[in-house]
C-alpha cells in the first residue's frame, strides 16, 4: 500500500476521475503532489497516534542518566517502557531525549510516526488497516481542505471504519436506532 494507491482511491471515491487517472500515470503538478502526500501523512499520523501503534523495542546504551531520542533512528511518538533484564525503570521523556535512573544496554519500546516523503512510500501499517480507510481519511482531508459540503460525510465514513475495525472479532456491534 503506497501514498500512490490511496491518493487514487481517494480521488475515485470523490468522483475525481481525471485527478486519479493523473495520479496513477503520475503527470500532476508538484502542488497537487505534496498536497496528497501531506493529506496521507496527516491520516497516517492520526491513525498511529490515536488507534495503532506502531511499536518498536530497540536496545539503546543508556549512560549518565539519558539518551538523546535520535539515537532511536525514528520519529518518536511515545516512550512505553524501558527494560534491563527484566526489570522496567522508570524514565521521563522530554523533547529530544529520555530520562531514567537505568545504565547501560536496556531495551526501549516505542511508537513511531513513518516517514512519508514521496507517492510510492509504502505505508507501514497493521494489516487491519487497508487502503480503504486510510483513501476514506485522505477523502475527508481534501474536502475539508477545497471547502467541499462532503467533508463531514467522509469524515463519518473514515471514523466509522475505524470504529469497526477497533472492535474486537467476538465484540457485537448494534446498529445505531433510526426513528421511522
Same mark, same amino acid.
Given at each position: 500500500?503506497?501514498?500512490?494507491?490511496?491518493?487514487?482511491?481517494?480521488?475515485?471515491?470523490?468522483?475525481?476521475?481525471?485527478?486519479?487517472? +493523473?495520479?496513477?500515470?503520475?503527470?500532476?503538478?508538484?502542488?497537487?503532489?505534496?498536497?496528497?502526500?501531506?493529506?496521507?501523512?496527516?491520516?497516517?499520523?492520526?491513525?498511529?497516534?490515536?488507534?495503532?501503534?506502531?511499536?518498536?523495542?530497540?536496545?539503546?546504551?543508556?549512560? +549518565?542518566?539519558?539518551?538523546?531520542?535520535?539515537?532511536?533512528?525514528?520519529?518518536?511518538?511515545?516512550?512505553?517502557?524501558?527494560?534491563?533484564?527484566?526489570? +522496567?525503570?522508570?524514565?521521563?521523556?522530554?523533547?529530544?531525549?529520555?530520562?531514567? +535512573?537505568?545504565?547501560?544496554?536496556?531495551?526501549?519500546?516505542?511508537?513511531?510516526?513513518?516517514?512519508?516523503?514521496?507517492?510510492?512510500?509504502?505505508?507501514?501499517?497493521?494489516?487491519?488497516?487497508?487502503?480503504?480507510?486510510?483513501?476514506?481519511?485522505?477523502?475527508?482531508?481534501?474536502?475539508?481542505?477545497?471547502?467541499?459540503?462532503?467533508?463531514?460525510?467522509?469524515?463519518?465514513?473514515?471514523?466509522?471504519?475505524?470504529?469497526?475495525?477497533?472492535?474486537?472479532?467476538?465484540?457485537?456491534?448494534?446498529?445505531?436506532?433510526?426513528?421511522?
Amino acid at each position: 500500500m503506497t501514498i500512490r494507491s490511496c491518493a487514487i482511491r481517494a480521488a475515485k471515491y470523490l468522483g475525481l476521475k481525471e485527478l486519479a487517472n +493523473n495520479i496513477e500515470d503520475n503527470i500532476m503538478g508538484d502542488e497537487d503532489r505534496d498536497a496528497f502526500i501531506a493529506m496521507t501523512r496527516d491520516v497516517v499520523h492520526e491513525i498511529v497516534t490515536d488507534f495503532f501503534p506502531l511499536r518498536v523495542i530497540r536496545m539503546v546504551d543508556i549512560s +549518565n542518566g539519558s539518551f538523546n531520542l535520535r539515537v532511536l533512528n525514528d520519529r518518536v511518538a511515545h516512550v512505553f517502557s524501558i527494560k534491563k533484564d527484566g526489570v +522496567n525503570f522508570r524514565f521521563r521523556t522530554r523533547f529530544d531525549r529520555v530520562e531514567t +535512573n537505568a545504565e547501560g544496554l536496556c531495551e526501549v519500546e516505542y511508537s513511531y510516526l513513518p516517514i512519508l516523503t514521496s507517492m510510492n512510500t509504502v505505508i507501514p501499517i497493521f494489516a487491519k488497516i487497508n487502503e480503504r480507510i486510510i483513501g476514506y481519511g485522505i477523502a475527508a482531508e481534501y474536502c475539508l481542505i477545497n471547502g467541499l459540503s462532503d467533508a463531514l460525510i467522509w469524515d463519518k465514513r473514515y471514523k466509522d471504519a475505524l470504529r469497526r475495525t477497533l472492535a474486537t472479532k467476538g465484540e457485537k456491534q448494534l446498529r445505531k436506532r433510526a426513528w421511522w
